[in-house]
């Protein structure tokens, strides 16, 4: 009975502190407005969105308040009407619901006695987000690609690559204008963050507005909203010059009017830096690269190793100049012009030094070896792109580039104890045109069309001297080897589309036709002292491999939404296929029907997670560079060839991802499983000894296996202004190889990396960054440890405002190569900025690697070696800067 009575005071008093419900219709016209947006805010916290909901078909909404609150703000969004908001006060003292009605105007409506003074972070709007810059800087931000870094929900990878919630950005526009192509980084790493009123990303993005409606977009892109007042002609100039003749100079204009949109930068600067979209001095592939990557022709003597775990400001010791223009026209509503010139020259300098161990069936040995490098690449490139809109049904477009690359790289080499001169030469021209159009049926139909031809063409001449004796039996001494090494790729596509829809259901009918052409000519010679040459087919290559590609496809896809997405494609390839080795007079062909299907399938769990698994096999043509047969010298002790197989790679991909977002908390989670199998793949076959490593790639039926597991989170806490971000995978990878005629050996390699961000932004005089990551690789041989190492890198950076007109910043940077080894590093940056008020110049002191490390050393293992490398750094420099707006 007692239990009775306490059930009832609890029920009574729950009753009584029910906290009050709102509900109401809105409408426009007296007709009901669906989905529309209501959102609830506190009158004390007026940028953070308190609780959130959507109207029915009816335009009807109901909010039932989490706690109880005098006072409120009420505001309504739709895409088609101007948004509304209302103020409710004193709603304690209503007992019951409160009716409250939205009436949405086409034209705006001007509240009077409704004033949002603060400027809310982050805004969301259908499928778009928009980002107010000023709430994440932190003041040391110089150009866009600095503040993108900062903002939740986007990254920037090493080579500029931007990324949105994961996915790689398909647009960089500019006030909704695609100024600069692929080649967005010039836009990125040189327009000043000053120009610059809002970040907008755009989700669900379709770069054709014609298949509107007909395809499930899935791409993303980012908008620049330019500051208001920002037309006609502006920019920045900027010039810095400090002890031990460092430089930076730059000059940036922006030009916009009603026909022209351009975008003009000049660099030039030899403190690492590099504001180009390409990249001549890591393994990394730029972003200009990345989308061509089909169509350019190999290389395959190498110019020199520049990578390092170290960001450029540290290790790239250059010499750079740099200008780009990008200019869009419009003729007419209709007929739109755009170009980009580009010229690109560098003098890149490094000291590569690495003592690596290696321990092979028993057999224990060292290699050491230094190499002076001078790299001197050259670049010109020009495209132009014109498209026109006939009607509101039809619009073409033309696409035209050429480019140019010049690549001058010396080295003076030690092998262990031979010195050796190095000397490459490598030439590209590449070229391409594309033709397409599309046509608009009708509202539920379109067909898309388009013609593709690309040549390129990559000579390279490599001189080494003294030279390597490549002759048996011979007693003749060795001047020096000359290896001609030429790839030529052609490509020719054509392809045709069909789109349907049938309310849910997307159709998407393929039919295309494909044709590479790849040549490779290779000759090394050996110079002797007597005047005499010698070569040999052993040494030479005259090869041709081409395939001729016919292809139909049907892509289906079905979405209903807020439970289920499907899509399938099932693509039909017939390919036709010819080597041919005039040296070894050998011929192989092969015809073979391939069907490729990708299964995608997305399960919404509630509003904020879904879960999504895809599924694809195909068969994958073998590449060029692993079809040729005879030796190439391939640097200044490495020697590559192939065992020829035309086999086709069978591959299997799994993916399973599981996704959790809440825009209006701005947090976002996303844990995926991935897993590769290939029935058959190349191998390498190693011989090392202490002169020269061989390497052989042969095809075998036993494939390899990858697994991963990715995790990525991120969270905004706008009550603190602060990101915190943390990124994690581990990496399961079985591989085969063999070494100075060993067995077939069974690899397996491990690694484990974690990243974490902490990032503030909160309205003070401290801005406060750490940026920490490690990884662990472990190399296992036949299921024993063979090789092992850990790394750790840490980054703190704190902001200091002194006062209205002066910045400070220092930043740290602490990295431990080998966590099993006392060898640490500790750099240290400062900035010291002044801002005069009317904030058209600014006057900087910048200081680099303050603790002067003269040299960083790594380490990298295999499953039969360990090398302990070095590079030399920039040293300690102090400048002097001064930039202009105008």
């Known amino acids: 009975m007692n239990n009775f009575y306490c059930f009832i005071i609890i029920f009574c008093t729950s009753f009584n502190l029910k906290a009050q419900t709102i509900k109401g219709t809105v409408f426009h016209e007296n007709e009901p407005v669906p989905f529309a947006s209501?959102?609830?805010?506190?009158?004390?916290?007026?940028?953070?969105?308190?609780?959130?909901?959507?109207?029915?078909?009816?335009?009807?909404?109901?909010?039932?308040?989490?706690?109880?609150?005098?006072?409120?703000?009420?505001?309504?969004?739709?895409?088609?009407?101007?948004?509304?908001?209302?103020?409710?006060?004193?709603?304690?003292?209503?007992?019951?619901?409160?009716?409250?009605?939205?009436?949405?105007?086409?034209?705006?409506?001007?509240?009077?006695?409704?004033?949002?003074?603060?400027?809310?972070?982050?805004?969301?709007?259908?499928?778009?987000?928009?980002?107010?810059?000023?709430?994440?800087?932190?003041?040391?931000?110089?150009?866009?690609?600095?503040?993108?870094?900062?903002?939740?929900?986007?990254?920037?990878?090493?080579?500029?690559?931007?990324?949105?919630?994961?996915?790689?950005?398909?647009?960089?526009?500019?006030?909704?204008?695609?100024?600069?192509?692929?080649?967005?980084?010039?836009?990125?790493?040189?327009?000043?963050?000053?120009?610059?009123?809002?970040?907008?990303?755009?989700?669900?993005?379709?770069?054709?507005?014609?298949?509107?409606?007909?395809?499930?977009?899935?791409?993303?892109?980012?908008?620049?909203?330019?500051?208001?007042?920002?037309?006609?002609?502006?920019?920045?100039?900027?010039?810095?010059?400090?002890?031990?003749?460092?430089?930076?100079?730059?000059?940036?204009?922006?030009?916009?009017?009603?026909?022209?949109?351009?975008?003009?930068?000049?660099?030039?600067?030899?403190?690492?830096?590099?504001?180009?979209?390409?990249?001549?001095?890591?393994?990394?592939?730029?972003?200009?690269?990345?989308?061509?990557?089909?169509?350019?022709?190999?290389?395959?003597?190498?110019?020199?190793?520049?990578?390092?775990?170290?960001?450029?400001?540290?290790?790239?010791?250059?010499?750079?100049?740099?200008?780009?223009?990008?200019?869009?026209?419009?003729?007419?509503?209709?007929?739109?012009?755009?170009?980009?010139?580009?010229?690109?020259?560098?003098?890149?300098?490094?000291?590569?030094?690495?003592?690596?161990?290696?321990?092979?069936?028993?057999?224990?040995?060292?290699?050491?070896?230094?190499e002076d490098i001078i790299k001197k690449p050259r670049l010109y490139n020009a495209n132009v792109q014109l498209s026109n809109k006939v009607n509101d049904r039809f619009i073409w477009e033309y696409i035209g580039k050429a480019n140019y690359q010049e690549i001058d790289f010396d080295s003076n080499s030690l092998n262990n104890e031979v010195v050796q001169k190095n000397k490459v030469k490598t030439t590209k021209f590449f070229v391409k045109q594309d033709f397409n159009f599309t046509n608009r049926i009708d509202e539920n139909s379109a067909v898309t069309g388009i013609v593709f031809y690309s040549n390129n063409r990559a000579p390279q001449e490599f001189t080494l001297t003294p030279g390597l004796n490549i002759e048996e039996n011979t007693t003749n001494e060795v001047i020096s080897n000359n290896q001609y090494s030429r790839f030529d790729k052609e490509t020719f596509k054509t392809k045709g589309e069909y789109y349907r829809s049938f309310n849910k259901v997307k159709l998407k009918l393929i039919a295309g036709y494909l044709s590479i052409n790849n040549t490779l000519n290779s000759n090394l010679k050996a110079n002797y002292t007597d005047g005499t040459v010698y070569t040999d087919r052993l040494y030479q290559n005259s090869m041709n491999y081409k395939y001729r590609l016919p292809n139909v496809a049907l892509s289906l896809s079905y979405i209903k939404k807020q439970k289920y997405a499907f899509g399938i494609l099932l693509n039909n390839q017939y390919y036709d296929i010819a080597l041919n080795d005039e040296i070894r007079n050998l011929n192989r062909e092969e015809e073979k029907f391939v069907f490729s299907p990708i299964m995608k399938f997305q399960y919404v769990l509630n509003t904020k997670s879904n879960l999504v698994a895809t599924y694809s096999y195909n068969e994958i043509v073998p590449s060029e560079e692993n079809l040729f047969e005879g030796f190439v010298l391939t640097g200044f002790r490495s020697f590559r060839n192939n065992s020829p197989n035309i086999s086709f790679l069978n591959t299997h991909t799994y993916n399973l991802n599981y996704i959790y977002n809440d825009v209006f908390k701005v947090t976002r989670f996303s844990l995926s499983f991935n897993h590769t199998n290939r029935n058959n793949n190349y191998f390498s076959r190693n011989t090392i000894n202490l002169d020269n490593t061989f390497t052989n790639l042969f095809l075998l039926k036993a494939g390899n296996r990858d697994y991963s597991l990715n995790l990525d989170f991120e969270r905004y806490m706008h009550f603190i202004r602060t990101t915190l971000q943390i990124n994690g995978s581990y990496a399961l990878s079985f591989d085969k190889n063999i070494v100075n005629n060993s067995n077939l050996r069974d690899v397996e390699t491990r690694l484990l990396f974690i990243n974490g961000v902490l990032r503030t932004s909160f309205k003070s005089k401290f801005y406060i960054e750490n940026n920490f990551s490690y990884s662990h690789n472990d190399f296992l041989l036949d299921n024993r440890s063979q090789n092992q190492f850990s790394s750790f890198n840490d980054t703190f950076k704190i902001i200091y405002k002194i006062g209205s007109d002066f910045k400070t910043n220092v930043a740290t940077n602490f990295v431990s190569p080998d966590l099993s080894k006392n060898n640490t590093y500790l750099f240290l940056d400062s900035e010291l900025r002044y801002t005069p008020q009317n904030k058209r110049f600014q006057y900087a002191l910048i200081m680099r690697n303050l603790t002067n490390n003269k040299k960083f050393e790594t380490v990298s293992i295999s499953d039969y070696s360990k090398t302990i490398a070095s590079h030399n750094l920039l040293e300690r420099y102090i400048l002097g800067s001064v930039s202009f707006r105008f």
């Open 38 to 370: 209501v959102i609830i805010r506190k009158s004390d916290n007026l940028s953070s969105i308190y609780q959130f909901t959507k109207t029915n078909n009816e335009g009807f909404y109901q909010i039932d308040l989490k706690e109880p609150l005098d006072s409120i703000w009420i505001e309504v969004n739709s895409l088609a009407f101007e948004s509304q908001i209302k103020h409710l006060s004193s709603i304690q003292k209503n007992k019951q619901a409160i009716i409250l009605n939205f009436n949405l105007e086409n034209k705006p409506t001007e509240l009077e006695e409704v004033v949002i003074e603060k400027e809310v972070p982050i805004r969301i709007k259908n499928d778009t987000i928009t980002y107010n810059p000023e709430s994440f800087r932190d003041g040391t931000e110089r150009v866009v690609e600095d503040l993108l870094k900062k903002l939740p929900g986007i990254k920037v990878e090493e080579n500029g690559e931007i990324k949105f919630k994961g996915k790689s950005i398909k647009k960089f526009l500019l006030d909704g204008d695609d100024l600069f192509s692929s080649q967005y980084t010039t836009g990125s790493k040189n327009l000043s963050v000053e120009m610059v009123e809002k970040v907008q990303a755009i989700e669900n993005f379709n770069e054709n507005p014609m298949l509107k409606g007909l395809v499930n977009a899935e791409d993303v892109a980012i908008n620049i909203q330019l500051k208001k007042g920002k037309t006609d002609l502006s920019g920045d100039a900027s010039l810095s010059y400090g002890i031990q003749d460092r430089y930076n100079a730059s000059v940036t204009g922006l030009l916009i009017n009603k026909k022209t949109k351009g975008f003009l930068t000049t660099t030039y600067n030899n403190i690492g830096n590099n504001y180009s979209p390409y990249d001549f001095s890591s393994e990394i592939i730029s972003l200009s690269q990345t989308n061509e990557k089909e169509e350019q022709a190999k290389t395959l003597i190498s110019q020199g190793g520049f990578y390092s775990q170290l960001e450029n400001k540290y290790h790239r010791i250059n010499s750079n100049f740099n200008s780009e223009l990008n200019l869009l026209y419009k003729f007419s509503s209709k007929i739109t012009a755009k170009t980009n010139l580009g010229i690109y020259d560098d003098r890149l300098i490094r000291t590569n030094k690495s003592y690596t161990e290696y321990s092979i069936n028993d057999e224990q040995f060292v290699i050491n070896e230094i």
